[in-house]
């Protein structure tokens, strides 16, 4: 317990000396010394320069050895996977991107093949190998159900719905793997260093090329007896089509109508046509709204008008603290689209959360992967009972 609790303060605060080591844990400075010569012993941590400039002999500086193991997170997208490795501390060292035509007919026998070829760029990237990692998490569309093992919610990604794909990545990898949803993902890197920092209840929103919410209560995720928590965007709105199911038993299909056809990146560029305003890209769709009184005013309300009326869905049943909007469509609307939101959810006799906008920088789906391929890791590299 003692060495986990010193291992854990190492990786929050960085660089320590006994002394201040000694301090945080409550342990006596010669038994900090037994902690730390045994740790070192072990390889689970090392000396790294002094503190110097005060009086009285200098002390040495102590820190988790970054290279003790690695991780990897990857994100899945119709286009191609990325891929990002991390030491042990938390530092990202190297990452890699494969571009892949999800939808080709070869896409189940080159998964495997293609997923290795993500990590080991991000491996090589980092100058490591493949026996440097320990945990692979890999955030797709949809989820994975827990009963079948097969990913449900995702049918444009046809190369991952195999039952046996994730021993299959396991194999591929030499490492276990975990298959997440991606918004999922993305809420745990929101938790760590975003908006819902030491935030236990909250609703991550993201609004991208899909749009997806994950569920945060008690700081745990809520995943549901499927998988499915969260795929709001299968939800009934009006002025959309209900989304029919197929045949019993197999996977569900792309979301074409409730909340997925009016507030994804496609249903933005052409909710903005509707009013005139022309645009390539969702960003851009709403950066000229922004600019554009009128027409413009019109757009965003439209948009948040959408959004309101599932989040208001959403806080009847779960009562969030807060709620994150992100993803690309939330966040180029910025701030004016989330009170426009807010707004739009005022007034009625229902929990008023509070709405703010992602501060995450970087992929969080990768980041959140990492996350959690930490916290698995560690609790086996950390463990120095065996």
């Given at each position: ?17 006994r ?9 006596s400075?010669?038994?900090a ?15 790294t320069?002094?503190?110097t ?23 899945v ?43 080991d ?31 449900r ?39 760590h ?26 700081g ?41 056809r ?25 950066a ?34 807060l ?21 739009e ?13 992602s ?6 789906i ?21």
């Open positions: 317990m003692n060495d986990r609790a010193a291992l854990d303060l190492l990786i929050a605060h960085g660089r320590l000396t002394t201040r080591l000694g301090e945080l844990t409550g342990l400075k010669p038994t010394s037994q902690l730390l010569a045994r740790l070192e012993a072990a390889g689970l941590v090392r000396t320069g002094s503190v400039g005060r009086p009285g002999p200098s002390a040495l500086l102590y820190e988790v050895n970054p290279g003790v193991a690695h991780v990897a997170a990857l994100a997208d119709k286009t191609g996977i990325s891929a990002a490795v991390a030491d042990i501390t938390g530092t990202t060292v190297g990452g890699h991107r494969v571009e892949a035509d999800a939808t080709a007919e070869d896409a189940r026998t080159r998964t495997p093949a293609l997923v290795a070829e993500a990590v760029g991000a491996l090589r990237a980092a100058g490591l190998g493949r026996d440097a990692l320990c945990r692979t998490v890999i955030g797709t569309p949809g989820a994975l159900d827990p009963r079948t093992r097969r990913l919610y995702a049918p444009h990604l046809p190369g991952w719905q195999a039952r046996a794909l994730v021993d299959e990545l396991s194999a591929a990898l030499g490492t276990p793997v975990v298959v997440e949803n991606d918004v999922n993902l993305a809420a745990v890197a929101e938790q260093g975003g908006s819902a920092r030491d935030c236990a209840d909250f609703v991550h929103f993201w609004a991208d090329e899909g749009v997806g919410a994950a569920i945060v209560l008690g745990r995720l809520l995943r549901g007896a499927r998988g499915g928590a969260g795929e709001i965007g299968y939800m009934p709105m009006p002025g959309a089509p209900v989304v029919r199911g197929g045949p019993a038993g197999a996977p569900g299909p792309l979301a074409e109508g409730g909340l997925d009016l507030v994804v990146s496609a249903a933005v560029i052409a909710l903005a046509r509707r009013h005139g305003i022309r645009a390539a890209t969702a960003p851009e769709a709403l000229a709204a922004a600019a554009a009184p009128g027409a413009g005013d019109a757009v965003l309300a439209e948009l948040a008008h959408h959004i309101a009326t599932a989040l208001l869905a959403v806080v009847a049943v779960v009562d969030p603290e709620i994150v909007l992100s993803g690309e469509v939330c966040l180029a609307g910025g701030d004016r689209l989330r009170a426009l939101v807010e707004d959810m005022s007034g009625l006799d229902l929990p008023r959360p509070e709405l703010r906008l501060t995450v920088e970087g992929s969080p990768l980041l959140g992967g990492l996350h959690t391929a930490l916290a698995e890791a560690r609790n086996t590299v950390f463990d120095t009972t065996s």
